[in-house]
Nanobody, 119 residues
Framework: QVQLVESGGGLVQPGGSLRLSCAAS????????WSWYRQAPGEERESVAV???????SYSDSVKGRFTISRDNAKNTVYLQMNSLKPEDTAVYYC?????????????WGQGTQVTVSS
């Protein structure tokens, strides 16, 4: 089983920056794709950014040009650099990994980290 642990959330003023991290742990696994999702109160969970096994990236229109997803395969970690933050970016952010172990494919979610953008 592959577990994901996120960090880096917090309170930031509009226009500020935050960097989220998500580290995967387990035995004999490979992460193919990483994603970041977010869920605001009363809203459905939405995809924010995706990075594939060859580091191709894609973003939702709402964050394009402000957020950057990256990965460090040696550390089994994905990052989300968030710049020019807006109050509407306030949400719980979740990482999501898809890959395989030596036994089976896996899909795993992190526990979520709160990001609050407010003055």
């Amino acid at each position: 089983q592959v577990q994901l642990v996120e960090s880096g959330g917090g309170l930031v003023q509009p226009g500020g920056s935050l960097r989220l991290s998500c580290a995967a742990s387990g035995s004999n696994f490979v992460v193919n794709s990483w994603s970041w999702y977010r869920q605001a109160p009363g809203e459905e969970r939405e995809s924010v950014a995706v990075i594939t096994s060859v580091s191709t990236t894609s973003y939702s229109d709402s964050v394009k040009g402000r957020f950057t997803i990256s990965r460090d395969n040696a550390k089994n970690t994905v990052y989300l650099q968030m710049n020019s933050l807006k109050p509407e970016d306030t949400a719980v952010y979740y990482c999501y990994a898809v890959g395989y172990t030596d036994k089976a494919p896996f899909k795993s979610w992190g526990q979520g980290t709160q990001v609050t953008v407010s003055s």
